[in-house]
């Protein structure tokens, strides 16, 4: 989505106390993910935004289609989706679920994919839209087109138990703080959480009630 | 914890309004539940939790030692930890991941379970004295004792992972409600999972760094 250039900017946007050539969008999209990550989804406004980002409040509307459309735009990868699920199908089957773990981690160890992720999750366990928006970003990306691409049965479900497992990390590696998790290498985490990903993903067999017996 | 029974129960409490011989602790850890799952740790009070329970806002500080006394006894296990450990490391050391997995989404999929779980990880994600309990709680319970009972290496970090799925599919199933999980069987979930945990756990070829050489 590109939005249309702002076609005049009122009077009384402070621009002149953000970096000069920075972007406006930016700057929005950056207090968006500040307040979002701070306070969640419900208790965030467009106005305590516009304040942070130093533009006028009119602006945010003009950029953004409200704030669910700010929550969705702050929220995105910094990364494009669509190149992400590229290069991760793209390379050797047998290291899928690696570089996924490594992928995601690389993103949100950087402070600025900490901080999305963090908002986030704060917003999906608190506010029906912002879930909402989770379930169908989840539905439609990469864990799901992963699935798909390879042709495991059930690839809904393999694709949910899969992002469980990285959304999980998430909450006790950025949100609950579990000492031994926040303080593992990504090279620990890599080797004991990439197998599972390439069986949930790539592996027929599994899931296949192997365990009815009992 | 077990407090000694109340010296004398103030004057204005309404009993009455409660079927005869149901325990007023009882009623005050179901109202616990019920407030701090709707809201969540922090907008929880103990006022409204009294009002809920309909006893005396005395009687709640005379039985648990204010709010976080209370939380943490309102989000114990429906039943004993220590019974949950000793049968789950008790059966065949082979099946020890799908008991896990089973024993939990019993637990989980019944309403009180449900309910309590939802208000333990809206309140650990908003709060930070929550989140402190909840990371008390793993370091102590579960999955690290079982984790220490086999013997793997790195058993706290292996705990943690296997604690960020089983939480990131309670995410799933019942706060964002991503379809797929929600409307899986148990059986389908543990025939995916219990292998997971089990690797986590008892196996300890896995995380040995594999993947160094990537």
């Given at each position: 989505m590109t939005p249309a250039r702002a076609p005049g900017e009122p009077g009384?946007?402070?621009?002149?106390?953000?970096?000069?050539?920075?972007d406006t969008r930016t700057a929005i999209i950056d207090a968006a993910r500040t307040e979002f990550s701070a306070k969640?989804?419900?208790?965030?406004?467009l106005r305590a935004i516009a304040r942070l980002a130093e533009v006028d409040p009119a602006l945010v509307h003009h950029y953004f289609d409200g704030k669910a459309g700010l929550f969705v735009e702050s929220m995105?990868?910094?990364?494009?989706p669509a190149f992400l699920i590229d290069t991760i199908v793209a390379g050797p089957r047998e290291d899928v679920g690696e570089r996924l773990v490594r992928t995601f981690f690389d993103i949100w160890d950087s402070p600025q994919g900490r901080e999305r992720l963090v908002a986030l999750i704060r917003s999906a366990v608190s506010n029906d839209d912002a879930a909402r928006m989770l379930r169908e970003f989840l539905a439609r990306e990469v864990f799901t087109k992963v699935a798909e691409s390879v042709g495991v049965p059930q690839p809904h479900l393999r694709a949910g138990v899969a992002a469980a497992q990285m959304i999980g990390l998430a909450m006790m590696r950025?949100?609950?703080?579990f000492e031994p998790v926040v303080r593992a290498s990504v090279d620990d985490l890599v080797a004991l959480v990439a197998p599972t990903l390439q069986r949930y993903l790539t592996d027929p067999r599994n899931g296949d009630m192997a365990h009815q017996s009992h």
């Open positions: 009384n946007v402070r621009r002149g106390r953000r970096p000069a050539g920075q969640g989804y419900d208790a965030s406004s995105s990868l910094p990364i494009n950025y949100v609950i703080g």
